[in-house]
């Protein structure tokens, strides 16, 4: 449609107290973002992402570690600066339910403790916008993981988030009277400590 006709249609459908639909424009600009395609690079990125997840559920526990140690490298490069979302953030989304029920299954107590630590860094693109089940993912991984000295290497933000997850739930402890030797509250006091 020509820039003159649109101005007129839209002109019109104001003076007869019609805006055009929200909806409409929600939707050009949807189509808009697919219509960009992922470059040749980030395509590579993602698919060895998918690979490192698909070889976390395969039955040979020895591809396990090294998987794991990747994903964290990657996450870990990508989130030191964060202005917008990392790649391997954005690209593991998809795969954070999966990933959780294998933490879930898995029983190597040294492996389940890694796998959460990463978690707890992709838990930050969760909340419970996701669904009831996702509520403060970032701090749930986090006291699951055993691994103390990793926590500053994850960055600026997840520090910041994981704050404002440790607030939350502390101060939800105290509105619903619960007695600190019957929740976590030493754990989350220990881990606010530990965030420099």
Request: charged share 35%; aromatic share 6%.
């Amino acid at each position: 449609m020509a820039p003159a006709k649109e101005q007129e249609t839209r002109r019109a459908s104001i003076e007869q107290g019609k805006e055009p639909a929200k909806d409409e424009q929600k939707g050009k600009a949807e189509s808009k973002r697919a219509e960009e395609e992922l470059s040749e690079e980030d395509l590579q990125f993602k698919s060895e992402l998918e690979m490192l997840v698909e070889r976390l559920s395969e039955p040979n526990k020895d591809l396990y570690a090294p998987a794991l140690d990747n994903l964290k490298r990657f996450i870990r490069d990508s989130t030191s600066s964060m202005t917008a979302v990392p790649k391997p953030l954005k690209f593991l989304r998809p795969h954070y339910p999966a990933l959780t029920a294998i933490h879930s299954n898995w029983t190597d107590l040294k492996l389940k403790s890694q796998l959460a630590d990463i978690l707890s860094v992709l838990g930050m693109t969760y909340s419970e916008k996701d669904g009831e089940n996702y509520k403060r993912e970032c701090l749930k991984y986090r006291l699951l993981s055993n691994i103390d000295s990793t926590i500053s290497e994850w960055g600026h933000e997840y520090l910041r988030h994981l704050s404002l997850e440790i607030g939350e739930e502390y101060q939800e402890n105290l509105e619903n009277g619960v007695n600190r030797e019957d929740t976590h509250t030493e754990q989350l006091i220990k881990l606010s400590l530990e965030i420099k």
